[in-house]
């Protein structure tokens, strides 16, 4: 016999595994067929509404399908001065604050994640209980605004949009 006891049990047991661990295709979790109807929107499709889906999109809604609107679905980070960065959390939300009202208002992509990113992390602060980042000219022009502060907590991310006009009383001067 070629293959001792101890070796059919440890070559039983990885295919025991690997059927666990790999979906069937007929079930739920298996991953669509390239192709397929049912198949995730690739990054930059549209949406009915006109706005773009990326992957990150369809995750979210999972997510936000599955849990409360104070889930946490993303920290956005920002260094202070003195001691640990201080964080910002994007919540599923409702139609009026978070991510749910962010993909409807303003429409949900990888660009937008990382805008808000940028203007949480670098951005200055703008008058409106937020960061922005602004376009390196004097008069400063805003060109992407957060406004911070939920019915969940004042370190959430209540919206986020692009802006085109200059900078807001009590924004940092140029």
């Not at 703008?126 to 911070?148: D, H, M, V, W």
């Not at 991310?157 to 140029?174: E, M, R």
């Amino acid at each position: 016999m070629l293959f001792g006891t101890p070796v059919k049990a440890a070559l039983s047991a990885a295919a025991v595994a690997s059927a666990l661990l790999i979906p069937a295709a007929g079930s739920a979790s298996a991953a669509p067929a390239l192709g397929s109807a049912s198949a995730v929107p690739a990054s930059g499709s549209t949406s009915g509404s006109g706005a773009t889906v990326s992957a990150a999109a369809s995750s979210f809604d999972a997510k936000c399908r599955s849990h409360s609107r104070t889930y946490v679905l993303k920290k956005y980070y920002r260094r202070v001065p003195v001691g640990p960065p201080t964080f910002y959390t994007l919540r599923c939300g409702t139609t009026t604050w978070g991510w749910k009202h962010i993909k409807l208002r303003h429409g949900w992509n990888s660009s937008m994640d990382r805008k808000i990113g940028a203007a949480i992390g670098s951005g200055d602060p703008n008058g409106r209980g937020g960061y922005s980042t602004y376009a390196n000219q004097c008069p400063r022009i805003e060109k992407f605004r957060t406004i911070l502060g939920t019915p969940g907590g004042n370190n959430d991310l209540l919206t986020a949009y692009k802006v085109d006009q200059p900078a807001v009383a009590g924004a940092v001067a140029c």
